[in-house]
């Protein structure tokens, strides 16, 4: 089970130019087992630092984040991490790679290698098995780092705009291969991206954010049949939502660009 | 520039060239050099107890091989030099991977270091040879003071530069602070350890040498030395090639074990 609970984190740090400031401001939401939660905001809303806090790879300076009730305090397996980019370890293969989590906690050879054989399988890359990330194309890299997350098991994938890098083609074909991995794999995500047609293709629902202090400025559930095609983009009801979530945007980017 | 004739792209930048072409221009260029040696030197434009020509180099090569002596200095010379790397080695890496990766061991250490670090080790070998005297063991103190403290800030920096992703993707697929550093801290400074090493060890070349001119009595710094007193010039460029060469291989073989123990670092 992956409940995610978020309940009025905030996050502060010092900066030695600005003082305080403040990234995170009394932040709730509630992301149910198998949610399929998207964040979209504008750069250095601090969607990211959601994540990290989540993750347990960032302290909240208030407030409480748990997973399946039980409260974050440090990172763990239960709640797997697909960064932008540059996480793939560089010196080992895409097995490898992908078996890495699994022989951390010690599984047997055999084990690990069929379980890291089927998500690579899942991801598409079996031709590619024995090749190092420096041979793969951006769009690889990622499938790799989805495979490496999902071979341990989370309950949670925590996905930090993990399509960022690649080109809009590559990014579609990545978008319907993600869908296509979570509706076996029952996970639940929380996915965090800038990119609006992004979050209404994938998500169940879409949080919208606003610049620092980062807060929830508006909540839309994405009431689209699944399995979603990417035709889906261009129905009425999907730009009726793309509009809200610009027009509620538009503003925070604004104040976004004036701040730094 | 798709239809570029072979010419018009040995004169744009970063553009290919042919493999022959590569090798000619390597060839053509020290072809050069020694025909214009040769030309200085055989028509007695320049005497020879100044430079002496190819051909009485290599016949005192020939000769100091022959009858043992380059053999020997040049067993010692790397006697000395492989032991005192292989000793600062030793401890400069995992140190210098600890320094770029713990924050403490950087606050302990990191002040230390960069002081002796801009103490040339060259203004220590009077201080050495009276401590230690003129043997094998002083040779190995120059060594290591030379190369430790630039290895350890070098290593220190390729430690540092890994990316702090790496350290948190692991975290989440469950990682330990031991294996955070064991299997990616550690693993993912090996080819900059690697390069770190090879430029250093061209430095400890410099190092032996620079040690067996002041003081010794044996190694090709001192057989250098021996020829200039015994005015012989053919026998120091013996001593200069044989270094150069020594020198050359070595970085080969870090090359070579860079390509045979990383795969990774070219695959393409």
Same mark, same amino acid.
């Given at each position: 089970?992956?409940?995610?609970?978020?309940?009025?984190?905030?996050?502060?740090?010092?900066?030695?130019?600005?003082?305080?400031?403040?990234?995170?401001?009394?932040?709730?939401?509630?992301?149910?087992?198998?949610?399929?939660?998207?964040?979209?905001?504008?750069?250095?809303?601090?969607?990211?630092?959601?994540?990290?806090?989540?993750?347990?790879?960032?302290?909240?300076?208030?407030?409480?984040?748990?997973?399946?009730?039980?409260?974050?305090?440090?990172?763990? %397996?239960?709640?797997?991490? !697909?960064? /932008?980019?540059?996480? =793939?370890?560089? *010196?080992?293969?895409? +097995? $490898?790679? @992908?078996? #890495?989590?699994?022989?951390?906690?010690?599984?047997?050879?055999?084990?690990?290698?069929?379980?890291?054989?089927?998500?690579?399988?899942?991801?598409?890359?079996?031709?590619?098995?024995?090749?190092?990330?420096?041979?793969?194309?951006?769009?690889?890299?990622?499938?790799?780092?989805?495979?490496?997350?999902?071979?341990?098991?989370?309950?949670?994938?925590?996905?930090?705009?993990?399509?960022?890098?690649?080109? %809009?083609?590559?990014?579609? !074909?990545? /978008?319907?291969?993600? =869908?296509?991995? *979570?509706?076996?794999? +029952? $996970?639940? @995500?929380? #996915?965090?991206?800038?990119?609006?047609?992004?979050?209404?293709?994938?998500?169940?629902?879409?949080?919208?954010?606003?610049?620092?202090?980062?807060?929830?400025?508006?909540?839309?559930?994405?009431?689209?049949?699944?399995?979603?095609?990417?035709?889906?983009?261009?129905?009425?009801?999907?730009?009726?939502?793309?509009?809200?979530?610009?027009?509620?945007?538009?503003?925070?980017?604004?104040?976004?660009?004036?701040?730094? | 520039?798709?239809?570029?004739?072979?010419?018009?792209?040995?004169?744009?930048?970063?553009?290919?060239?042919?493999?022959?072409?590569?090798?000619?221009?390597?060839?053509?260029?020290?072809?050069?050099?020694?025909?214009?040696?040769?030309?200085?030197?055989?028509?007695?434009?320049?005497?020879?107890?100044?430079?002496?020509?190819?051909?009485?180099?290599?016949?005192?090569?020939?000769?100091?091989?022959?009858?043992?002596?380059?053999?020997?200095?040049?067993?010692?010379?790397?006697?000395?030099?492989?032991?005192?790397?292989?000793?600062?080695?030793?401890?400069?890496?995992?140190?210098?991977?600890?320094?770029?990766?713990?924050?403490?061991?950087?606050?302990?250490?990191?002040?230390?270091?960069?002081?002796?670090?801009?103490?040339?080790?060259?203004?220590?070998?009077?201080?050495?040879?009276?401590?230690?005297?003129?043997?094998?063991?002083?040779?190995?103190?120059?060594?290591?003071?030379?190369?430790?403290?630039?290895?350890?800030?070098?290593?220190?920096?390729?430690?540092?530069?890994?990316?702090?992703?790496?350290?948190?993707?692991?975290?989440?697929?469950?990682?330990?602070?031991?294996?955070?550093?064991?299997?990616?801290?550690?693993?993912?400074?090996?080819?900059?350890?690697?390069?770190?090493?090879?430029?250093?060890?061209?430095?400890?070349?410099?190092?032996?040498?620079?040690?067996?001119?002041?003081?010794?009595?044996?190694?090709?710094?001192?057989?250098?030395?021996?020829?200039?007193?015994?005015?012989?010039?053919?026998?120091?460029?013996?001593?200069?090639?044989?270094?150069?060469?020594?020198?050359?291989?070595?970085?080969?073989?870090?090359?070579?074990?860079?390509?045979?123990?990383?795969?990774?670092?070219?695959?393409?």
């Amino acid at each position: 089970m992956g409940e995610v609970q978020i309940d009025n984190v905030s996050l502060r740090f010092n900066t030695r130019r600005a003082g305080t400031v403040i990234a995170l401001e009394t932040l709730s939401m509630t992301i149910p087992d198998k949610q399929f939660a998207v964040i979209v905001g504008p750069s250095g809303c601090g969607k990211s630092s959601l994540l990290d806090l989540v993750a347990g790879l960032k302290d909240v300076s208030d407030g409480h984040c748990s997973v399946d009730g039980r409260g974050v305090s440090k990172p763990g %397996s239960d709640r797997g991490m !697909v960064p /932008q980019s540059y996480s =793939l370890f560089p *010196w080992l293969t895409v +097995q $490898k790679n @992908v078996e #890495f989590g699994l022989s951390l906690s010690g599984m047997p050879k055999a084990q690990r290698f069929d379980r890291a054989n089927y998500y690579v399988d899942a991801v598409g890359l079996q031709a590619f098995r024995d090749a190092y990330p420096s041979q793969l194309s951006g769009g690889m890299k990622q499938r790799v780092a989805i495979a490496r997350a999902l071979a341990v098991n989370p309950e949670v994938l925590l996905m930090d705009e993990p399509f960022g890098a690649l080109d %809009s083609q590559t990014r579609s !074909v990545m /978008q319907e291969l993600l =869908l296509d991995i *979570w509706e076996k794999e +029952q $996970k639940t @995500v929380l #996915f965090v991206t800038h990119d609006i047609d992004e979050a209404l293709f994938l998500g169940d629902v879409v949080y919208v954010m606003s610049a620092r202090p980062g807060r929830i400025i508006d909540t839309i559930d994405v009431d689209l049949d699944r399995p979603r095609d990417y035709e889906v983009v261009t129905s009425e009801h999907f730009i009726e939502m793309k509009r809200r979530i610009i027009g509620s945007l538009h503003a925070e980017v604004n104040k976004a660009m004036t701040m730094n | 520039m798709a239809n570029a004739t072979v010419f018009d792209r040995l004169f744009t930048p970063k553009k290919p060239i042919p493999r022959g072409v590569e090798v000619g221009a390597a060839i053509v260029v020290a072809g050069t050099l020694l025909a214009g040696w040769s030309g200085l030197t055989y028509s007695g434009y320049i005497s020879s107890s100044f430079l002496p020509t190819p051909g009485e180099v290599w016949k005192s090569f020939v000769r100091m091989a022959s009858n043992g002596t380059l053999i020997k200095h040049t067993a010692i010379s790397l006697q000395e030099i492989y032991l005192g790397f292989f000793l600062s080695s030793v401890v400069a890496v995992p140190l210098g991977i600890f320094m770029g990766g713990f924050r403490i061991v950087a606050a302990m250490i990191e002040p230390i270091v960069n002081f002796m670090r801009y103490l040339p080790v060259t203004s220590l070998i009077p201080l050495l040879i009276l401590w230690i005297g003129i043997g094998l063991e002083e040779k190995i103190a120059v060594i290591f003071l030379g190369t430790f403290f630039q290895q350890i800030v070098l290593v220190s920096d390729v430690a540092r530069q890994v990316h702090e992703d790496l350290f948190n993707v692991s975290y989440t697929l469950g990682a330990n602070r031991r294996q955070i550093v064991m299997r990616v801290l550690v693993p993912a400074t090996m080819p900059g350890v690697l390069d770190t090493l090879r430029v250093t060890m061209g430095w400890a070349w410099t190092f032996l040498v620079v040690a067996e001119l002041v003081a010794a009595n044996a190694g090709l710094g001192y057989m250098i030395l021996q020829a200039m007193r015994g005015l012989d010039p053919a026998a120091i460029f013996v001593g200069i090639f044989v270094i150069g060469v020594l020198g050359l291989l070595t970085d080969l073989a870090f090359k070579w074990i860079k390509n045979a123990s990383m795969p990774w670092t070219h695959a393409r």
